[in-house]
C-alpha cells in the first residue's frame, strides 16, 4: 500500500491546473479556470478548477474532487492507480508500506536504460556516422541524449545486472513479451529519449540504420507512454513556443532536431501519423498558432488533413505547410537552405482553408448532385464553427463548387435550428439566488455568522439552496458538492462586518414572506387569509428594523 504521509506530499507538489489541463483545454477566469466538463454530454464550460484550493467542480452534473479524483474518474482507475499515475506526472517517487505491490512503476528502469544507450553510441561508428551525415554533431547528441541500442542480449544483460525485475521492465516498456519469451524493446536502433510536457522520461523512439522496414518504433503502450498524447522535443520547446506564441510541429525527430539546430527552437514532433484529441490541451495553453510542417506525400498530406480539422473544431488558429518530398526539413537544413526553410514555414495555408481545399479537391465534384454533397460535406465540418468563422470560407466554397455565393450558408445558425438538446441544455441549468449563496458562503467561512443565521432563520427561508444550506450547517465535509461548489463562488462579497449580514437576512427573509403570501394565496386553506396577514406583519416588522 501507498503510505497515506506520501501522498499528502504529493498533493503537496502538484497544480491540479495543470494535470487537468494535461487532459481537457482550460480556459482562465478570474483565479480559477473553467472548461467543458468531461464527465456528462455538455458544450458548455460548466466545470470550474481551482488551484489556490486544489479542486474541481462541475455546476451541472456536480462531478467534483481534488487531481486524484480527476484522474480516477477521467481514466477509470482505482484509488492507488490514479495516485500512482500523478506521481508518474510529477516524476514523484512514493513510498509504500511494506505490503508494496508490485504495480509501482520505477522510473529508475528507464533512466539507467537511457545512461547505457548513451555510453554505447559513441562505441558504434556506424550509427555515429549516419548521425553526422545528417547534420548532427557532439554537441546536439549531448543535448538530446542520443544513444545506441545494441543486440537483444546486451540491454537484458543490463537489466540482470541491474537487479531490475521482469515485472519492472515490462511496465516500463523496456522489454516487450511474446510466446517466445521476452525481448528488448529496442534493437539496433539509434534511440531518442521522449519526456512529457512536465520534463520527465516516460519512453523511447528508435530508428534504424539498417534496411529494417519498420524505420521508427516507440516503447510500448504504458501507464507512463502515451504516444497519442505525447510530443517530442515539448520540454525544450516549451519556453520558446509561449514566448513566440506559435509552435511548429514536423513528422519525425531528426526533422524536429534538425529544426532546433536552425533556430527553429519551438519545433516539436508527433510520435504517431497526425495529431490526436489528447494533444488538443497541451495545444490549447498560451493562446498558441500551429504550423502543421508535414510531407507532401500521401501519408503526410492525410496527415494533415486530419490534424487541421481537429485543430480548427478546437479553435486553434493556424496553418498548414506540406514540405516537398525533395525537401525535407532536416536536408534542408543541411544543405544550408534554412532561409528557404524559413521562407517556407511563415507562409502556408490556414487550417479550415486547407481542410476545405482538400476535401473538395479529394471529392472532385462535376455533377450538380455530387456538388450538393459535396456542399454537404463541408458543412458538415463548419457547422460546428462559430459563425463568423465557417462563413469566412463562403468565398472560398462558392468558387470552387461553382456556386452563387448568397445561395447557401456555412454557419449553424444558416441552415439549421436550434436543436432540442441545446433547449433542454439551457432548460436544465440550475437557477441560482446570489443572495442567498452570498449567506452561505459568509456562513462556510466564519461560524459566528453560522450561528447567528442559524438562530434568525428556518431552512424553508433558503427556497433555492436549501440543500447548500443543510451542508454547510451539518458536517462541512469539502467532498459534499454542494461545499465544494460554494467554495468555488468566487464573485460573493464576503461580509467584514455584521451589517451587510443584517441587511441581507433581512431581504431573505422578506423574499421568502413574498413567496409564501403568493403560495398561500392560490391555495384552499380555510385560514389563508389570517396566514397572509401574520406575514404581511411580519414584512412590516423588517421594514422597521
Same mark, same amino acid.
Given at each position: 500500500m501507498?503510505?497515506?504521509?506520501?501522498?499528502?506530499?504529493?498533493?503537496?507538489?502538484?497544480?491540479?491546473?495543470?494535470?487537468?489541463?494535461s487532459?481537457?483545454?482550460?480556459k482562465?477566469?478570474?483565479?480559477?479556470?473553467?472548461?467543458?466538463?468531461?464527465?456528462h454530454?455538455?458544450?458548455?464550460?460548466?466545470?470550474?478548477?481551482?488551484?489556490?484550493?486544489?479542486?474541481f467542480?462541475?455546476?451541472?452534473?456536480?462531478a467534483?474532487?481534488?487531481?486524484?479524483?480527476?484522474?480516477?474518474?477521467?481514466?477509470k482507475l482505482?484509488?492507488?492507480?490514479?495516485?500512482?499515475?500523478?506521481?508518474?506526472?510529477?516524476?514523484f517517487?512514493?513510498?509504500?508500506t511494506?505490503?508494496?505491490?508490485?504495480?509501482?512503476i520505477?522510473?529508475k528502469?528507464?533512466?539507467?536504460?537511457?545512461?547505457?544507450y548513451?555510453?554505447?553510441?559513441?562505441?558504434?561508428?556506424e550509427?555515429?556516422?549516419?548521425?553526422y551525415?545528417?547534420?548532427?554533431?557532439?554537441?546536439?547528441?549531448?543535448?538530446?541524449e542520443l544513444?545506441?541500442?545494441?543486440?537483444?542480449q546486451?540491454?537484458?544483460?543490463?537489466?540482470?545486472?541491474e537487479n531490475?525485475?521482469?515485472?519492472?521492465?515490462?511496465?516500463?516498456?523496456?522489454?516487450?513479451?511474446?510466446?517466445?519469451?521476452?525481448?528488448a524493446?529496442?534493437?539496433?536502433?539509434?534511440?531518442?529519449?521522449?519526456?512529457?510536457?512536465?520534463?520527465?522520461?516516460?519512453g523511447?523512439?528508435?530508428?534504424?540504420?539498417?534496411?529494417?522496414?519498420?524505420?521508427?518504433?516507440?516503447s510500448?503502450?504504458?501507464?507512463?507512454?502515451?504516444k497519442?498524447?505525447?510530443l517530442?522535443?515539448y520540454?525544450?520547446?516549451?519556453n520558446?513556443?509561449?514566448?513566440?506564441?506559435?509552435?511548429?510541429?514536423?513528422?519525425?525527430?531528426?526533422?524536429?532536431?534538425?529544426?532546433?539546430?536552425?533556430?527553429?527552437?519551438?519545433?516539436? #514532433?508527433?510520435? %504517431?501519423? +497526425?495529431?490526436?484529441?489528447?494533444?488538443?490541451?497541451? @495545444?490549447?495553453?498560451? &493562446?498558441?498558432?500551429v *504550423? $502543421?510542417?508535414?510531407?507532401?506525400?500521401d #501519408?503526410?498530406? %492525410?496527415a +494533415?488533413?486530419?490534424s487541421?480539422?481537429?485543430?480548427? @473544431?478546437?479553435?486553434? &488558429?493556424?496553418r498548414? *505547410? $506540406?514540405?516537398?518530398?525533395?525537401?525535407?526539413p532536416?536536408?534542408m537544413?543541411?544543405s544550408?537552405?534554412?532561409?528557404?526553410?524559413?521562407?517556407?514555414?511563415?507562409?502556408g495555408?490556414?487550417?479550415?482553408?486547407?481542410?476545405?481545399?482538400e476535401?473538395?479537391?479529394?471529392k472532385?465534384?462535376?455533377?450538380?448532385?455530387?456538388?450538393?454533397?459535396?456542399?454537404?460535406?463541408?458543412?458538415?465540418?463548419?457547422?460546428?464553427l462559430?459563425?463568423?468563422?465557417?462563413?469566412?470560407?463562403i468565398?472560398?466554397?462558392?468558387?470552387?463548387?461553382?456556386?452563387?455565393?448568397s445561395?447557401?450558408s456555412?454557419?449553424?445558425?444558416?441552415?439549421?435550428?436550434?436543436?432540442?438538446?441545446?433547449?433542454?441544455?439551457?432548460?436544465?441549468?440550475?437557477k441560482?439566488?446570489?443572495?442567498?449563496l452570498?449567506?452561505?458562503?459568509n456562513?462556510?467561512?466564519?461560524?459566528?455568522?453560522?450561528?447567528?443565521?442559524?438562530?434568525?432563520c428556518?431552512?424553508?427561508?433558503?427556497?433555492?439552496?436549501?440543500e447548500?444550506?443543510?451542508?454547510?450547517?451539518?458536517?462541512?465535509?469539502?467532498?459534499?458538492?454542494?461545499?465544494?461548489?460554494?467554495?468555488?463562488?468566487?464573485?460573493?462579497e464576503?461580509?467584514?462586518?455584521?451589517?451587510?449580514?443584517?441587511?441581507?437576512?433581512k431581504?431573505?427573509?422578506?423574499?421568502?414572506?413574498?413567496?409564501?403570501?403568493?403560495?398561500?394565496?392560490?391555495?384552499?386553506?380555510?385560514?389563508k387569509?389570517e396566514?397572509i396577514?401574520?406575514?404581511q406583519?411580519?414584512?412590516?416588522?423588517l421594514?422597521?428594523?
Amino acid at each position: 500500500m501507498i503510505e497515506s504521509s506520501s501522498i499528502e506530499n504529493l498533493k503537496a507538489i502538484i497544480d491540479i491546473s495543470d494535470v487537468i489541463g494535461s487532459y481537457i483545454p482550460l480556459k482562465k477566469s478570474g483565479g480559477n479556470f473553467v472548461c467543458v466538463c468531461p464527465f456528462h454530454n455538455d458544450k458548455n464550460p460548466s466545470m470550474s478548477v481551482s488551484p489556490s484550493k486544489g479542486i474541481f467542480h462541475c455546476f451541472a452534473c456536480k462531478a467534483g474532487g481534488d487531481a486524484i479524483k480527476f484522474i480516477m474518474d477521467y481514466e477509470k482507475l482505482s484509488y492507488p492507480e490514479a495516485v500512482e499515475k500523478l506521481a508518474n506526472m510529477y516524476n514523484f517517487t512514493l513510498t509504500y508500506t511494506q505490503e508494496q505491490n508490485s504495480h509501482k512503476i520505477d522510473k529508475k528502469v528507464l533512466e539507467n536504460l537511457n545512461l547505457h544507450y548513451k555510453s554505447l553510441l559513441y562505441k558504434n561508428q556506424e550509427a555515429l556516422n549516419y548521425l553526422y551525415n545528417r547534420g548532427i554533431n557532439d554537441a546536439m547528441i549531448e543535448i538530446w541524449e542520443l544513444g545506441w541500442a545494441s543486440e537483444n542480449q546486451n540491454t537484458l544483460n543490463l537489466l540482470q545486472n541491474e537487479n531490475i525485475d521482469k515485472e519492472a521492465a515490462l511496465q516500463t516498456g523496456a522489454i516487450k513479451q511474446n510466446e517466445h519469451g521476452i525481448y528488448a524493446s529496442f534493437i539496433n536502433r539509434i534511440t531518442f529519449p521522449i519526456y512529457n510536457h512536465l520534463g520527465n522520461l516516460v519512453g523511447f523512439g528508435g530508428r534504424t540504420i539498417s534496411g529494417n522496414p519498420a524505420k521508427y518504433v516507440n516503447s510500448p503502450q504504458s501507464q507512463i507512454f502515451d504516444k497519442s498524447r505525447l510530443l517530442y522535443g515539448y520540454d525544450k520547446a516549451k519556453n520558446e513556443i509561449y514566448k513566440k506564441g506559435e509552435i511548429i510541429i514536423c513528422e519525425g525527430y531528426m526533422d524536429c532536431i534538425m529544426l532546433h539546430k536552425a533556430g527553429f527552437n519551438n519545433a516539436v #514532433a508527433v510520435l %504517431g501519423v +497526425a495529431l490526436t484529441d489528447k494533444h488538443i490541451p497541451l @495545444l490549447k495553453r498560451g &493562446d498558441i498558432k500551429v *504550423v $502543421l510542417s508535414f510531407d507532401s506525400d500521401d #501519408a503526410g498530406r %492525410g496527415a +494533415a488533413f486530419k490534424s487541421a480539422r481537429l485543430l480548427a @473544431l478546437n479553435e486553434i &488558429d493556424g496553418r498548414v *505547410v $506540406l514540405i516537398s518530398s525533395e525537401k525535407d526539413p532536416a536536408d534542408m537544413i543541411v544543405s544550408g537552405k534554412a532561409n528557404e526553410l524559413k521562407t517556407m514555414l511563415s507562409g502556408g495555408v490556414e487550417l479550415g482553408e486547407f481542410y476545405i481545399r482538400e476535401l473538395i479537391s479529394s471529392k472532385k465534384p462535376q455533377t450538380p448532385l455530387e456538388i450538393s454533397h459535396t456542399l454537404e460535406a463541408v458543412q458538415e465540418f463548419t457547422k460546428n464553427l462559430k459563425e463568423v468563422v465557417a462563413n469566412s470560407y463562403i468565398p472560398l466554397v462558392a468558387t470552387m463548387l461553382g456556386l452563387d455565393p448568397s445561395s447557401f450558408s456555412l454557419s449553424a445558425r444558416g441552415y439549421r435550428k436550434t436543436t432540442a438538446n441545446s433547449v433542454n441544455s439551457l432548460k436544465s441549468q440550475p437557477k441560482k439566488d446570489l443572495l442567498e449563496l452570498e449567506i452561505l458562503k459568509n456562513m462556510l467561512i466564519n461560524p459566528q455568522i453560522l450561528q447567528i443565521v442559524k438562530n434568525e432563520c428556518d431552512e424553508s427561508m433558503f427556497m433555492t439552496h436549501k440543500e447548500t444550506y443543510k451542508a454547510v450547517v451539518g458536517s462541512q465535509n469539502p467532498n459534499n458538492p454542494y461545499i465544494r461548489e460554494l467554495n468555488l463562488q468566487g464573485d460573493l462579497e464576503v461580509y467584514k462586518d455584521f451589517e451587510p449580514l443584517k441587511q441581507a437576512i433581512k431581504i431573505l427573509k422578506t423574499n421568502f414572506c413574498d413567496k409564501a403570501i403568493k403560495t398561500i394565496a392560490s391555495s384552499n386553506s380555510q385560514d389563508k387569509f389570517e396566514q397572509i396577514k401574520k406575514l404581511q406583519n411580519i414584512k412590516k416588522q423588517l421594514k422597521g428594523i
